[in-house]
């Protein structure tokens, strides 16, 4: 009697036979049984979950070339055959019916009735149970893979820009490949700039970016992972979330998300709402609790207002209390000597970080000129055949590639260096006036620039600001203010700390 073996082993089913012992019992029990075994099939790495499987596939193939010349299918035990319960039991029908081939495993008789109806239940008890642990290797590898994501720990394939290594415990992650990640910066910077995807598709090949079709672009723009960032998936219990990764980024999260924006993928955060209400979240009551905001309709529109979520009597115009507030941000001025100080201290700070820049880019531009030297040398030997034009390639490829990377420093390094300084003193002056800083700023920054000279919190009462704490260095205003009964400081500070643009009280 003729027969045929398969065997199969596969990582997504983390099975515990390998090969050769699925192999030698087949053997035995053929030898046992005295079946002349003609071919044996093996799929390494396949699935068990579907027929679908090259091996397979060519061990049917060989079955319809030898239509009625194999009487037995040997396997070494049923999980090995397949895992998918319906599946088995149709494939193992269609066998028997189409081309009289008993479907056996080493655990069963050689005369074994396939239409006994016991043995049909057996084998369908021992196909679920198979089923069932695949399920459970699947949730197990799902889990695993979502507890790696949810640590910041990226296991997948490592996009372009980075690579895949490994710890010395095993455990996979990605770190930045220095030769491709300056490309992914230049994309994202040419299109935040506005150039075309065919462009930068264009630009980014020459210098060596793999991508490649419609979608290349695309692809890099909406990958987290070039932020420092993880996306975990949505499971039944949790929504999808973005976490930070411990991989480190190759371009900051404000490129990211304003990427997104210029894709379509995130809207605008809409801030009209509470940009007409600024000092929600800000302005607290005599109860302690924030005060929100409402609007109320007059004879021709709608005003907006703040009120206590508990004390509902307590409404005030937000008309009149962003009028009191820009001119108590107007009278919160810097002294003289102040100004002069934090002039100097930045003009300082500018000069030494522009010294620094010049530096590197003297730097930069020496390690330019070695590699231009490193690129004529290169071309000189081979012209002269004392290298192979594969060496030549190779090297050539990577001078052109360190040079990309040098020029794009050296560009980032002189961009606009010389007029860093003259912007500089252009905007001082309105730096130093909070009511034009307050204007011009987003509702956060409004908050933020609140929440450093009132650190502890305003309140309205009586048609005033009240506040525990202004910020030492405008405190010389505060008689000014408390005279127009514009803010009322009620606990003065006394710790005024040794900051060189403080002032005493009442001077």
Not at 46 to 74: C, M, N
Not at 137 to 157: D, K
Not at 210 to 215: F, H, L, Q, R, V
Request: hydrophobic share 35%; aromatic share 10%.
């Amino acid at each position: 009697m003729i027969a045929i073996g398969y065997v199969r082993i596969s990582t997504k089913d983390q099975s515990k036979y390998s090969l050769d012992y699925q192999k030698n019992s087949i053997r035995d029990y053929c030898k046992r049984n005295k079946l002349e075994l003609v071919n044996l099939f093996e799929d390494d790495g396949e699935s068990s979950y579907t027929f679908d499987r090259p091996d397979w596939i060519a061990l049917e193939d060989f079955i319809k070339k030898h239509k009625g010349k194999v009487q037995y299918l040997i396997v070494m035990d049923h999980d090995r055959f397949s895992r998918n319960l319906p599946e088995a039991l149709n494939k193992i029908s269609h066998l028997e019916m189409k081309f009289g081939i008993k479907v056996l495993a080493t655990n069963e008789p050689i005369d074994l009735d396939p239409s006994d109806p016991n043995v049909f239940m057996t084998r369908a008890f021992k196909y679920m149970m198979a089923n069932n642990e695949l399920f459970n290797i699947r949730r197990r590898t799902s889990a695993g893979i979502r507890q790696a994501l949810e640590s910041g720990r990226f296991v997948n394939r490592a996009p372009f820009g980075y690579k895949n290594v490994k710890a010395e415990g095993g455990k996979g992650f990605i770190v930045i490949d220095e030769e491709r990640s300056f490309i992914v910066k230049k994309i994202f910077r040419d299109f935040l700039m506005g150039h075309p995807f065919g462009q930068i598709c264009k630009e980014a090949r020459a210098l060596g970016f793999t991508y490649s079709g419609n979608s290349a672009i695309p692809r890099i723009l909406n990958n987290h992972l070039y932020a420092g960032l993880i996306k975990v998936p949505a499971s039944k219990q949790t929504p999808e979330k973005i976490i930070p990764g411990i991989h480190q980024p190759i371009i900051s999260e404000t490129e990211f998300w304003r990427a997104q924006e210029l894709l379509g993928n995130i809207k605008p955060i809409k801030c009209m709402p509470v940009d007409e209400v600024p000092l929600r979240g800000i302005l607290t009551c005599t109860c302690g609790l924030n005060m929100t905001a409402g609007k109320s309709k007059g004879k021709r529109k709608y005003y907006n207002y703040y009120r206590c979520r508990v004390h509902n009597n307590l409404n005030f115009s937000a008309i009149k209390i962003h009028d009191q507030l820009d001119k108590i941000l107007d009278l919160c001025s810097f002294k003289p000597e102040q100004t002069t100080y934090i002039a100097e201290k930045a003009k300082e700070r500018m000069n030494d970080a522009l010294a620094e820049r010049t530096q590197q880019v003297a730097i930069k531009t020496k390690e330019l000129e070695e590699i231009n030297r490193k690129i004529e040398k290169n071309e000189e030997r081979f012209m002269e055949d004392m290298i192979e034009p594969e060496t030549y390639r190779k090297w050539h490829k990577k001078f052109q590639i360190q040079k990309a990377l040098l020029m794009e420093e050296i560009n980032s390094l002189t961009r606009n260096r010389h007029e860093k300084l003259e912007k500089l003193f252009q905007v001082l002056p309105y730096l130093t006036s909070l009511k034009s800083i307050f204007q011009k700023a987003t509702v956060r920054q409004k908050h933020q620039l609140l929440r450093g000279v009132f650190k502890r919190g305003l309140t309205y009462r009586e048609g005033a600001f009240r506040t525990p704490w202004l910020h030492p260095a405008l405190i010389h205003n505060e008689v000014t203010l408390k005279q127009k009964g514009l803010l009322f400081v009620e606990q003065p500070s006394s710790d005024l700390g040794d900051s060189p643009i403080r002032s005493e009280i009442g001077s």
